[in-house]
């Protein structure tokens, strides 16, 4: 039997995303309404592909607040 994170899945809640990068959980609630990431609360597990998409937004140069 394959692990959760072998279907796509990271092991990350949206809290434990925001505590990783220092940002608030309204920041990264906000990242997913942007990216249309859907979740039910802040300790909602993210699809991988979601978490790197908004690693890579807020790390990017100039990401700024998206408002």
Same mark, same amino acid.
């Given at each position: 039997? @394959? %692990?959760e994170?072998?279907?796509?899945f990271? !092991?990350?809640?949206?809290?434990? &995303? *925001?505590?990783?990068?220092? &940002?608030?959980? *309204?920041?990264? &609630?906000?990242?997913?309404?942007?990216? !249309?990431? %859907?979740?039910?609360?802040p300790?909602? @597990? @993210?699809? &991988?592909e !979601?978490?790197?998409?908004?690693?890579? *937004?807020?790390?990017? %140069?100039?990401?700024?607040?998206?408002?």
């Amino acid at each position: 039997m @394959l %692990p959760e994170t072998a279907v796509g899945f990271a !092991d990350i809640s949206i809290v434990d &995303l *925001a505590e990783d990068y220092q &940002l608030t959980v *309204a920041e990264v &609630l906000r990242w997913c309404d942007h990216y !249309d990431i %859907p979740y039910r609360s802040p300790e909602s @597990l @993210l699809a &991988l592909e !979601d978490a790197k998409k908004i690693i890579l *937004a807020v790390q990017a %140069p100039f990401s700024g607040d998206i408002a």
